[in-house]
């Protein structure tokens, strides 16, 4: 059956797209890509910090690193500038349908969050769970009353749909999470 | 001769010290390291982007990169939070008596600068001039200023003795650029 105007296809073509299961980090890289490009914040994701152990230098320019390992970071992966905010964040996905597990976040990850939101800066983890596809923005504090609360070795699923915020897919941006930010900051970009 | 108290010969290590030609990213490194142990702001440099193009995997656990290249940052190196503000800078040395040669600083990191003063942070370069061993703090908006009005393609010595200001080398920290951001945000670490 054809639509003269393309508008149905147009809304088959968008669910197909979100269930192709683009990655997480793809999805806030893209997010981040739309606010740089309308001015609106200026987020990167830190390189990967790797340990360099071996390198050539065929001419002056070329440099070709032989030999390397990754190495544990020690921040997060995300920061950057939005109305004038200090922005910190760590993204992650998981495969389990009933709870988050905190092994994916490194210790020295948890006191840069401690430390970011004593000095006053917006810090939070992004979390997927693959299977529901939702994906959720759990604030620093709620994350670390979290962990001084329980010995548990995971944050439940309930716990994020009591004390996180949804972050709606849309077409574009893909994951408005400074909507959520605007909700905290009483801000929004779109003022 | 000997001086009982230490005091001198700990002076006359100082001084040794100075004149190692120790390099400003260790320098800065170091500073920040000093920063984050009293707790008074969290600014750490960048990881150097590197394009992966061959990696080993010869367990679950360890991944060796048998090819990787460096990228060109686009962004500035050092990035982090003090007393909530965003802070991002870009850290330079340069060999030249006369003049910082503005192909340092690449066009994407220039646009980079652009955007965080319109957003709110706190933006500068930190410049070493190795012949005087002077370094300078030159905020960001005096360098777009140059720019603006310059056709030139250094920024004279001169001009940092005039609109940067310098930063005095102490034990600890090494450089304390803070204490110029301070003179900018009213604020004070000390207090």
């Known amino acids: 059956m054809n639509y003269p105007n393309g508008i149905k296809k147009q809304k088959v073509q968008l669910v197909n797209y979100k269930n ?17 490009r309308n001015d609106l ?35 997060t992966d ?4 939005y109305c004038g905010y200090y922005i910190d964040f760590e993204a992650k996905e998981t495969k389990i349908k009933t709870a988050f597990p905190l092994h994916n976040i490194h210790p020295h990850q948890i006191q840069h969050i ?3 939101i004593r ?3 917006i810090c939070f983890l ?8 939702e994906t959720y923005l759990l604030w620093g504090d709620d994350f670390l009353s979290f962990l001084e609360n329980n010995t548990r070795k995971s944050i439940p699923y309930s716990y994020f749909k009591t004390y996180a915020k949804k972050i709606q ?4 941006p893909r994951l408005d999470y400074l909507k959520i930010v605007d ?3 009483g801000g929004s970009y779109e003022k």
Chains 1, 2 share one sequence.
């Open 114 to 116: 401690r430390n970011v």
């Open 20 to 36: 192709r299961g683009m990655c997480l980090e793809d999805d806030i890289n893209e997010t981040n890509r739309y606010y740089c």
């Open 119 to 121: 000095h006053g800066g």
């Open 78 to 81: 995300y920061n950057g500038i």
């Open 41 to 75: 914040a200026y987020i990167y994701k830190k390189p990967t910090p790797i340990q360099i152990t071996k390198v050539d230098y065929p001419s002056r320019k070329e440099a070709i690193i032989k030999e390397a390992y990754f190495k544990e970071p020690s921040t």
């Open 183 to 185: 909700e905290r900051i």
């Open 126 to 133: 992004i979390v997927r769970f693959q299977i529901q596809n």
């Open 169 to 172: 897919f849309t077409y574009q």
